[in-house]
């Protein structure tokens, strides 16, 4: 389904930027530079789709984990640039405790103020002893979240990957107009 959203944007956004390059008349040489950088950008769209295409995937998977009850142990905020919430959980599964680090999917961008005080502002709504829900894997209950949520990074690869798809099919568009 995500590739074919994919292809179908790549499809309509390459026919609307050649609509606008063959209007300007801004036509590109096929030299070897245009050929590399082509050829970069082709690749590079190609692995953001399919490595966000596999994050996507076992983000779907996860949909389908188990959930149980757990007890939140500690909450802080980590990291000394790049901070983000931390929450220490227990969970039990056919008798065994284990523990999980969870971040909450809390997005990592915007500036370092921001990042403290949207931690600081996760962090608080949890306390020593709450009760949370956990979803864990059924194969192998060491693995569990407190959120099923895509990382944000997956999106801006996909977004990402489909962009350079289309100017690399419009740069060889453009490349091959030019030739006429």
């Not at 996860?62 to 959930?67: D, F, I, L, V």
């Not at 990291?79 to 971040?103: F, I």
């Amino acid at each position: 389904m995500l590739l074919a959203i994919a292809f179908s944007l790549i499809i309509i956004g390459t026919i609307l930027l050649s609509i606008f390059v063959i209007k300007k008349r801004i036509f590109i040489r096929l030299n070897l530079a245009a050929i590399i950088l082509n050829f970069f950008l082709f690749t590079a769209g190609l692995y953001m789709i399919h490595n966000s295409t596999e994050d996507f995937k076992r983000y779907n998977e996860m949909t389908k984990w188990s959930t149980i009850n757990g007890v939140i142990l500690d909450g802080k905020v980590v990291g000394e640039r790049a901070k983000r919430p931390e929450l220490a959980y227990n969970y039990h599964v056919d008798g065994v405790t284990y523990t999980g680090y969870s971040d909450l999917a809390t997005p990592s961008f915007g500036g370092k103020n921001y990042r403290d005080q949207s931690s600081r502002a996760v962090v608080s709504k949890y306390e020593k002893g709450d009760s949370i829900h956990v979803f864990y894997n059924p194969q192998n209950p060491e693995q569990s979240v407190l959120k099923i949520l895509p990382k944000w990074s997956s999106y801006l690869q996909y977004g990402l990957g489909i962009i350079f798809l289309v100017l690399a099919f419009t740069l060889l568009f453009s490349g091959l107009l030019e030739r006429k």
